[in-house]
């Protein structure tokens, strides 16, 4: 009967959908992102020469972004949504999900689109947008 | 989806990014958008982002590395073959590949005529220049690599 209850829980603890931004207090939260802002707009500004997308997913903001972790999911879906930009490996890191189509790596219409969709499907981005 | 661009001046960030362009004619030709980038540019292709990387469009029988070796391979499926330097031979379309200090690839630039040659600049804008020197600098590092391939005739 115990082992059945244990398995019970756990298979429901399977089936919970995973939570992608994590609770934080609104001073915390209201820090990180006008740090995140920051660091996006410098991104921005020292990549927009650049075409090989290794270098732009080494840049040292870039990497700041990916170690704020979850936190940071709206932020870059908000961003890619309202300026584009190439947040795909960010995304794919933080969130260790793909919504891209194989068939659609390097359209970057559709992969905007398929992570933007992957952002409302997890309450991420307001559904209405 | 339009990529933001935090500058107002293009013309002083062209020449801020790109030194070699004071002593040579260009001028812009496009719009600023990421969704192709130089080598996509220089392959003809304004729908992809090329990059051997997991996000960008290579070639499905080529490594995801930024070697030389591995552009050379992928633009030879587009029927170009190396060649010895960038002049402007009738009846061929050159490209050049940059390589940077640190000897990987940078950028792509694709010629057009004898005095021009045309360069996607990254997630930004499309421009034209004099020769492939134009846009050497620190982030795309030098001409590495020649490719030349027949032009096509209808």
Redesign the interface.
């Known amino acids: 009967m115990v082992e059945e209850n244990t398995l019970e829980e756990n298979t429901s603890e399977e089936n919970q959908p995973e939570e992608f931004a994590p609770r934080q207090s609104a001073s915390e939260s209201a820090t990180l992102e006008r740090e995140f802002n920051r660091l996006a707009e410098q991104w921005r500004r020292e990549t927009m020469s650049m075409s090989s997308s290794t270098d732009i997913a080494m840049h040292p903001a870039y990497y700041q972004i990916i170690g704020m972790g979850r936190v940071a999911l709206p932020w870059i879906l908000r961003e890619l949504q309202q300026g584009g930009g190439h947040w795909f490996l960010a995304l794919g890191a933080i969130s260790r999900q793909n919504p891209v189509n194989p068939q659609d790596r390097g359209k970057v219409r559709k992969m905007t689109e398929a992570w933007l969709q992957w952002g409302r499907e997890n309450g991420l981005l307001d559904s209405n947008n | 989806?339009?990529?933001?661009?935090?500058?107002t001046d293009v013309h002083s960030w062209l020449l801020a990014?790109f030194p070699n362009l004071r002593n040579e004619q260009h001028n812009v030709t496009s719009l600023y958008t990421?969704?192709?980038?130089?080598?996509?540019w220089a392959a003809a292709d304004t729908?992809?982002?090329?990059?051997p990387?997991?996000?960008?469009?290579?070639p499905e029988d080529l490594p995801l590395v930024?070697s030389v070796e591995n552009f050379v391979r992928a633009f030879q499926e587009l029927n170009y073959q190396p060649c010895d330097d960038a002049s402007f031979e009738a009846g061929y379309e050159k490209v050049v590949v940059y390589v940077g200090a640190d000897g990987?690839?940078?950028?792509?630039a694709r010629q057009l005529d004898a005095n021009t040659w045309t360069s996607?600049?990254?997630?930004?804008w499309d421009i034209e220049h004099a020769s492939p020197q134009g846009v050497e600098c620190k982030?795309?590092g030098q001409v590495a690599q020649f490719l030349k391939r027949p032009v096509k005739t209808e």
């Open positions: 989806m339009a990529f933001s661009i935090p500058i990014e990421d969704e192709y980038n130089c080598v996509a729908e992809r982002w090329w990059w990387s997991q996000n960008g469009y290579w930024d990987r690839v940078k950028h792509m996607k600049l990254g997630q930004a982030t795309y």
